[in-house]
């Protein structure tokens, strides 16, 4: 890497503000030397420069286009403290076995954030230099959040303790399904299959995330019939039960409006999907606060800007935020399911979640050591494409503080909804208690769950059905370092 | 008997498995002891879905390291409520836990009656659902 020193920060003032064009890193927008403040925010980019580009001026560039540059000098910084509000790029390194990637560094003062507000954070972070033409491609691939500005933020309404609290569920996963169709149901047809599904054995049924007021089902009449669902179903079992209701709508109104709905018929959680951006989710985080509401997050539409690995935002860096701006579950990835998602990589995300510190783990995508600051932790759901045989490899993957959600794996039971549900709670329970007992459940899951299949009929039912069922496909977002060399960063 | 899929309450982590023996509830216990909980006892005539305070067989074992000491409490709670319902409760006293770990009903009556849904029909089509207990309608000593 270059290191000309006419290539560096110019010192004299009359030569740095004449007017004209300079290289980023000249304008200050660079400093190897920068040592980053604990009350920094850092973020880490993958970028792949233009031919011709050298890396260290694209840095300084990232650095500059997402905090105080224009692409020329102009005389009024110097009417500003412009030294601390310019980002600095501060470490370069090509990203291994990429080549034209590499990683840039970048330390961004406190003061360049509202508090508060993720909006106003990621319109500096992801605002302009995404586009910006000198880079073919730009990823935030992580981001580590001072204490002094996750103190601004309320986080998650309930969060993950809380929640078990409320539900009198401890000790084991919680239990999903998505009703499925996803469309085209009446709410009286709706209502029976959330009905089903609880009886049998799940602790929630949820909406999917175009489900809202469609013509064939207004969402009033769709929070009616599933209360009378979850209620019947909480008195036949003596257990709390729950039903996600989706109250994404057109304006913040409209969702307020389903949301107070929601809340008079009793439900203990409603939904928001990740579409609605960054402000509607932040007032409904509100919203739930002032209710006592479990806040469900479907990330709807993540998947256009997380899995390409060379341009984007990384689902960990999503993650990060929706913690902060106040989710109380949220859909993290199944590692064997039908959806993207490496195994390490989605244990990342489930990091993000649920700890109070999260240590750096190259091999599981985290380049920074997290403090959270006691904020409340998220509880990570998985979703999609999953079934009762696989319950050891999700328990071992995940632990007890995730919800399983099994939706065409409990709907599609040959024998029936409450079949398939009871399937789902049994294969969890008999892993729960045998990985308690001391045994090694991925080794012996499959034994387990056909023991426990002998008295369970609707579990060798499910075996039986999905038993050669699986979504063995390359993963598009994996760890750039390997499990075993060692790592020069 | 409860029209759910298993016939019975459905509460804590192993209701859908046949009545743990008293040696795999010792494994679970010696599970909650090496991750550092403690073990405690509840018991109730009245297990409706949010009566969050059953009462306390005495106090958490915070200092019992031993899972048959656990097992004798167990014993006599059982001697002392035989037709309640009868909970093994592990507690994290973890920072940013500090909440209950485990869960698990170890006792319950013959006969489970469940519960009564009751519907309060209001305007526009609203209505607002009770949850009662039929065994709690009964004084508290007769009620299993």
Redesign the interface.
Known sequence: MSTDADLNAISDAKKRYSAGVLKYRQMGYWDADYVPRDTDVICLFRITPQEGVDPIEAAAAVAGESSTATWTVVWTDRLTACDSYRAKAYQVEPVPNAPGQFFAWVAYDLILFEEGSIANMTASLIGNVFSFKPLKAARLEDIRIPVAYVKTFKGPPTGLVVERERLDKFGRPLLGATTKPKLGLSARNYGRVIYEGLKGGLDFMKDDENINSQPFMHWRDRFLYVMEGVNKASAVTGEVKGSYLNVTGATVEDMYERAEFAKELGSVVVMVDLVVGWSAIQSMANWARRNDMIVHMHRAGHGTYTRQKNHGVSFRVIAKWLRLAGCDHLHAGTAVGKLEGDPKTVQGYYHVCRDAYTHRDLERGLFFDQDWADLRKVMPVASGGIHAGQMHQLIDLFGDDVILQFGGGTIGHPAGIQAGAVANRVALESMVKARNEGRDILREGPDILQAAARFCTPLRQALETWKDVSFNYQSTDTSDYAPTPACAL | M?????GR???G??????D?SDA?IS??IE?GLRKGYAWSIEYTDD????N?YWEMYGMPMFDLRDAAGVMLELHACRQAFPRHYIRL??FDST??????????IVNRPEQEP????VRQEGAR?????T?AGYAAQRPESQRY
């Open positions: 409860m029209s759910n899929p298993t309450l459905t509460q982590q192993f209701s859908f498995l046949p743990l795999e494994l679970q599970y297990p409706h879905p949010r969050t409760m592990a920072r940013g836990v500090e909440s209950i770990a485990m869960s698990f469940g519960f009564q849904l089509r609203d209505i607002r659902y949850v």
